[in-house]
């Protein structure tokens, strides 16, 4: 319809999803997980001087969808929001993510950080915490969390993830839940 009615050459479609509904992965039903597999739906873009067929794995939020679109509609995106254009990663010009680190939160049940290439998952009322390293182990299948070596790097993401709950407003209060740091 677009190329019918002259208006593919100025037209740009976001086409993203919900989160996952992780359909047996890692043994669970529904989308309230922070493994990848739920945590990073499909973001796809075309229209005009959008490079066809290039892929880039960068974390970003979906929110970045809306000062992309400002920004490609040729408006000045306001200072009060809170997230990155997609416009320099998608034309080439910026090849690191907006972001050193993903947050996410889920009710009182689960809080998540990613850093570089690790993700560290709190279940807060369980007193589990779980250490991916997402290059190595992409699928998030081995749990580094106890692993001695890997004792600093949990200390330090877990103190990421109490300063960005700070960040982001949220109260949940870990310390009262017991974890084996």
């Known amino acids: 319809h677009l190329e019918e009615t002259g208006q593919a050459d100025n037209t740009y479609i976001f086409f993203t999803a919900d989160h996952g509904l992780s359909v047996g992965h890692h043994g669970l039903i529904g989308k309230q997980s922070m493994y990848d597999h739920s945590m ?6 075309v229209g005009p001087d959008i490079p066809k ?5 960068l974390p970003v939020y ?5 000062p992309t679109a400002i920004e490609y509609a ?25 972001y050193p680190e993903i947050y996410g939160a889920y009710m009182d049940l689960q809080r998540m950080v990613r850093v570089d290439d690790y993700k560290l998952i709190v279940y807060p009322r369980a007193g589990v915490i779980k250490l991916f390293d997402l290059i190595n182990d992409p699928l998030e299948q081995h749990n580094l969390a106890g692993a001695t070596a890997q004792k600093e790097r949990v200390e330090s993401l877990y103190g990421k993830l109490q300063e960005l709950q700070v960040e982001m407003g ?7 839940y017991r974890f084996n740091l």
């Open 170 to 176: 949220d109260t949940l209060d870990l310390s009262q």
């Open 40 to 45: 990073r739906p499909p973001l796809m873009v």
């Open 53 to 57: 067929g290039k892929r880039n794995k």
């Open 74 to 98: 040729g408006g000045t995106v306001p200072e009060w929001v809170e997230f990155s254009s997609l416009r320099p990663k998608i034309e080439g010009t910026q090849t690191e993510s907006s």
């Open 62 to 66: 979906l929110q970045d969808i809306m």
